[in-house]
């Protein structure tokens, strides 16, 4: 019996090793393109979609959020989007990523996320805003599923600040100060 306990703690162990991204402090992040739709663009009134890559996230400090396409995923990170809000870090040297999981959101949902996606592009034209239909970003990083996932990068595209999960008011303070820190 012992044995079977045993087997059974390891196994839920692996299986949650196995499931945590795949991101690190000091490295790039692993590469990876979004075609199935892409990042959105705004022209006039009406939203495009272009290929999406990984690389090419340089040139700027940046903060990544990656969520599943779900408002609980959004929610899970707002305080840090009003702090960014509230820093109005400069535009030629900052952007916010948002890369929202299409294949991870509720069954029967999916217009409208797409929907909530091109509505927030409008809204915030200068954020970078990647509509991912198949889940493609959450695989390549093996990201938590219904979750959202914070990134901080340097303007030369290397992590500086991970984690997955609702961050702490510490946290968020932690993100800013990196932030500002970077963009010097």
């Given at each position: 019996?012992?044995?079977?306990?045993?087997?059974?703690?390891?196994?839920?162990?692996?299986?949650?090793?196995?499931?945590?991204?795949?991101?690190?402090?000091?490295?790039?992040?692993?590469?990876?393109?979004?075609?199935?739709?892409?990042?959105?663009?705004?022209?006039?009134?009406?939203?495009?979609?272009?290929t999406w890559d990984s690389a090419?996230?340089?040139?700027?400090?940046?903060?990544?959020?990656?969520?599943?396409?779900?408002?609980?995923?959004?929610?899970?990170?707002a305080p840090l989007i009003e702090?960014?809000?509230?820093?109005?870090?400069?535009?030629?040297?900052?952007?916010?990523?948002?890369?929202?999981?299409?294949?991870?959101?509720?069954?029967?949902?999916?217009?409208?996320?797409?929907?909530?996606?091109?509505?927030?592009?409008?809204?915030?034209?200068?954020?970078?805003?990647?509509?991912?239909?198949?889940?493609?970003?959450?695989?390549?990083?093996?990201?938590?599923?219904e979750s959202s996932a914070i990134?901080?990068?340097?303007?030369?595209?290397?992590?500086?600040?991970?984690?997955?999960?609702?961050?702490?008011?510490?946290?968020?303070?932690?993100?800013?100060?990196?932030?500002?820190?970077?963009?010097?």
């Open positions: 019996m012992r044995r079977i306990k045993t087997l059974a703690l390891a196994t839920a162990l692996i299986s949650t090793f196995a499931s945590a991204h795949n991101l690190s402090n000091g490295q790039a992040l692993p590469s990876v393109s979004v075609e199935k739709h892409g990042e959105l663009t705004l022209n006039g009134d009406k939203i495009g979609y272009e090419n996230l340089t040139g700027k400090v940046r903060i990544i959020q990656a969520i599943a396409g779900r408002s609980s995923a959004k929610e899970m990170n702090a960014v809000k509230v820093a109005g870090f400069p535009r030629d040297k900052y952007q916010t990523t948002t890369i929202i999981n299409q294949d991870d959101a509720i069954w029967g949902t999916g217009g409208f996320v797409k929907s909530s996606a091109a509505d927030s592009k409008k809204e915030f034209s200068w954020s970078s805003i990647v509509l991912d239909e198949n889940g493609t970003v959450a695989d390549a990083w093996r990201l938590q599923d990134v901080v990068l340097d303007n030369e595209g290397t992590v500086r600040f991970v984690k997955e999960g609702a961050l702490s008011e510490a946290e968020i303070t932690q993100v800013i100060d990196l932030v500002n820190k970077l963009m010097k």
